[in-house]
């Protein structure tokens, strides 16, 4: 069973609104099982929004329309599914009684416009969700030989969402008579590129190729990590998740080190729990970060059981007055370390990360953008590592987070 | 000119990541004055690619393929264009060189899959701007007795935006012969609601329909405020320049206080610069926004000039310790105070911002989520302020970042 999207609304393709919808409708179509191979937007045009239906049609076993469900001159979409089955539009009276109750409940008069509601396709049905004004609707047309089946859905996000659900997907799972079950899991690495990752994968990968057991996707996410993520089909949700947990070992064990989480948890996540299950306080002294570090550590809820503070020492003069650095070069090994050091000390933490470095776009020091010298300090030893990142400014901060923090996890992670 | 978008990615389809590439391609090319009428996402199968490419180059002069130039196995977008041109792929010795030489400059060995990223569609040449490794292809090809032109950019964001700005709308509007100038300002205010603003704007907002002179948009954007753009079209920059500039100027003084860029910077970009200009510098004292302040002001190159740190303090015992604060309640006006006073104390700084509240989701001391106290200090007096903020825990620290900034620019703007 292969189902298209097409969201219309010209304030998507001018950008004015990124469509969110589609990617909601598409997630929910792979969890049950249908294919979406061809998504796309169109404005609010009677003609090309008819020429998408058409072309989807010619190529899927169902479309979902959505959006063009409002009172105004702009939504069509009615008009263009109408075309396409080459019917009129009829006003449906339940359809009218209903907007027209919805109007008086509120106390407020119902404008004429709102009656374009109440007209659907000849031989159309309503979808029974009904939980805004703009009513669903549902159409079955013969194209290439076979039924194929429209469905229209408001773009507005919860109402398109509880019709989604409460509707669509079951009329769909039914018309394809599925009984399978899709799952995911999300492995997140540090420390190596998307293609040294998948070379090491290479071998394991051709190899869940040929069985079909599950694929592997990978996802560049930036601060995020790199993502590897393997998702399967079977009959049942118990028989999903145990697949998935054999693969994820398989992958898992594959990547050693660079994995930080096999439950799609962030860099920030897994330290603050290596740190709580240890009874360790955590502490940042940042420079090129600039606040960064903490601000993603406490981004996290229930970090206050962990994080004490942190100290942004951006001039020179707070590394040497606050954190104790002696006076001398700042982007250097032994800068980051006491800086690691005075945080602890300061702060009154267990373990600490600092990062001194440039981010650009100028040199300093004699150190191009890029260059960044951070260091962990866990049961009073300091360790420094120089990196060099890649990418702007906003890049070389974040790549800088991540990776100070991923040092500071295969620490602890070896520390019990 | 019509140009139409696909989004190549099968994690687009499934939703594991919503399509914002194609919202900026949108709206990019409308700003230019080209019309975009349908946008696609396809997943990475060879023939799909081919088919939705195909189908775009029947209805439109132009397609810009947005992603799936990585080094892996996945990353097909070039196969699928040489398929549509009927053309093998060729290894280009340029780009592998390059490719080459910034792996060697990172000090790492090159993957054997990058050399991928190194071959072009036979006939195709690549575009001048490289930010990445990914090279972006321009390829041409005959279509309905016409020559119709395939851009194929990397789906990073920030790799596909400049060479999108830098090589493919100066290519693009030139096959045009786009006569039209199209600009925009961006003006930004803090401090009221869209329904507010609208209000206030509406007669204004009025005459510009009328007129056609302009056209006006608003457009909330969390932590970079609420922005109100003004577009307008003309036959020379200078002449919309002239246009818009004017309109800037009225819409500015109707808001007043509210504005607090007529230049789309950001709050911290404002603040630093007025700052500077009065040879100030400057620091911050977090609780609930953990360093986000700091974080955020260090994004802006040059920062250093002004800024001179943070300290984040996350436990009481940091507050009390390192800031000054007197043992008692910690999130009320005098605890906030003192963070602001303590702030320019240890990090030497002339002016401070503080702030200490509730991002939720538990209550603290009594107080709800969205509860935030913050405070100035500018010449060594303080100014306590109380904020109820809506959101969840994310939005709390995000809004209560610009609010505290704003207190700050309303001070120093007044200052002199």
Chains 1, 2 share one sequence.
């Not at 416009?113 to 396709?121: D, K, M, Y």
């Not at 709580?276 to 960064?292: D, F, N, P």
């Not at 440039?358 to 040199?363: E, F, H, N, T």
Request: net charge negative; charged share 25%; hydrophobic share 40%.
């Amino acid at each position: 069973m292969r189902c298209e999207v097409i969201a219309v609304g010209t304030e998507l393709l001018l950008g004015q609104i990124v469509d969110t919808n589609s990617a909601f409708i598409g997630e929910q179509l792979s969890m049950v099982g249908i294919d979406s191979f061809f998504q796309s937007k169109v404005g609010d045009n009677r003609l090309r929004i008819a020429q998408a239906i058409q072309i989807a049609l010619g190529r899927s076993d169902a479309v979902i329309v959505c959006g063009g469900l409002g009172p105004t001159q702009d939504d069509i979409t009615r008009d263009a599914i109408a075309d396409v089955m080459g019917v009129p539009l009829v006003r449906d009276p339940l359809i009218e009684d209903r907007i027209r109750a919805m109007f008086m409940s509120r106390g407020r008069q119902m404008p004429s416009n709102n009656l374009r509601q109440a007209e659907v396709p000849a031989g159309a049905s309503v979808l029974p969700v009904q939980p805004g004004t703009a009513p669903g609707i549902r159409a079955t047309v013969a194209a290439g030989g076979q039924d194929k089946v429209i469905y229209a859905l408001p773009g507005v996000p919860w109402e398109m969402q509880e019709m989604l659900v409460g509707a669509v997907l079951p009329d769909l799972s039914e018309r394809a008579g599925l009984a399978s079950v899709i799952g995911s899991r999300v492995i997140r690495t540090w420390g190596h590129s998307e293609s040294a990752l998948a070379e090491r994968l290479a071998p394991y990968h051709d190899e869940l190729d040929q069985s079909g057991r599950a694929t592997l996707a990978f996802l560049a996410s930036g601060i995020e990590g790199l993502k590897v993520r393997l998702t399967t089909r079977a009959d049942s949700h118990r028989e999903v998740q145990r697949t998935l947990g054999r693969e994820v070992d398989r992958v898992a064990s594959l990547l050693g080190d660079a994995v930080f989480s096999t439950d799609d948890e962030s860099m920030e996540e897994v330290v603050l729990a290596l740190c709580e299950s240890q009874g360790l306080t955590l502490g940042t002294a940042e420079s090129v970060t600039g606040g960064l570090i903490a601000s993603r550590l406490t981004e996290v809820a229930g970090s206050s059981r962990v994080f004490r503070g942190a100290v942004v020492s951006y001039a020179s003069e707070v590394k040497f007055d606050l954190l104790g650095v002696r006076p001398g070069p700042v982007i250097c090994d032994e800068a980051a370390g006491e800086m690691a050091l005075g945080a602890c000390r300061v702060l009154g933490c267990d373990v600490s990360v600092a990062v001194t470095g440039v981010a650009g776009p100028d040199p300093q020091e004699g150190h191009g953008p890029g260059t960044v010298f951070c260091a962990t300090c866990v049961d009073g030893e300091v360790r420094p590592k120089m990196l060099r990142l890649p990418g702007d400014r906003r890049r070389v901060r974040q790549f800088a987070c991540i990776s100070v923090l991923d040092l500071l996890r295969m620490r602890l992670s070896k520390r019990v």
